[in-house]
C-alpha cells in the first residue's frame, strides 16, 4: 500500500495532520457542491445580523478535513469511515487556517478497526471535537485473500 498505513503500523497516540486556509472558493464550492446555501456563508449582509456578525465557513467544511488526515495519511488509503461525532465548538472565518487532527485513541484487532480523536483548530483552539471509528486495511487480511 502506497503512502498508507496498515493496521498492524498502527499504535495508540499515533498523530497525523493536515492544515488549509479556508477560503471564499472553499465556502462557495462547498455550498454548490452540497446544495447549503444558508445566507449565513454566503451573503454579508445578511450575516452582519447573526451572532457572527460575518459570514463563516460550514461546519461541514472544517470537518471535511478530517476526511483528508483519514485517506490519506492516517490510516491513509483504503481507510473506511464507520462513524463520527462531532461538537462545533466555534466559527471558522474566511482567511483562517484550520489545522485537522487525527490521534489514535484505541485499536480493535479483531475486525482491525480504530478509534479515533478528531479534532480542528483555529491559532490552536479547537472549533471542533469528536471521535471516529473506521476499519483499517490489514496485512493479515490481504495476505489471507491472496491465498
Avoid: W
Avoid at 456563508?41 to 460550514?58: M, V
Wanted: proline share 5%; glycine share 8%.
Amino acid at each position: 500500500m502506497s503512502d498508507g498505513l496498515f493496521f498492524e503500523d498502527l499504535a495508540v497516540g499515533q498523530k497525523a495532520s493536515f492544515g488549509k486556509t479556508i477560503t471564499e472558493a472553499d465556502i462557495v464550492l462547498f455550498a454548490a457542491v452540497t446544495g447549503d446555501t444558508n445566507p449565513m456563508h454566503l451573503n454579508a449582509e445578511y450575516a452582519k445580523t447573526s451572532i457572527f456578525k460575518e459570514r463563516i465557513a460550514h461546519g461541514m467544511l472544517a470537518a471535511g478535513l478530517i476526511t483528508k488526515v483519514l485517506g490519506t495519511q492516517l490510516p491513509g488509503p483504503g481507510t473506511i469511515y464507520m462513524s463520527q461525532t462531532l461538537k462545533f465548538r466555534a466559527p471558522v472565518r474566511i482567511g483562517e487556517t484550520v489545522t485537522a487532527t487525527v490521534e489514535v485513541l484505541a485499536l480493535h484487532p479483531e475486525k482491525h478497526r480504530a478509534t479515533l480523536r478528531t479534532v480542528c483548530t483555529v491559532a490552536g483552539e479547537p472549533v471542533l471535537e469528536g471521535e471516529a471509528f473506521v476499519s483499517v486495511p490489514s496485512r493479515a487480511a490481504l495476505r489471507a485473500a491472496a491465498e
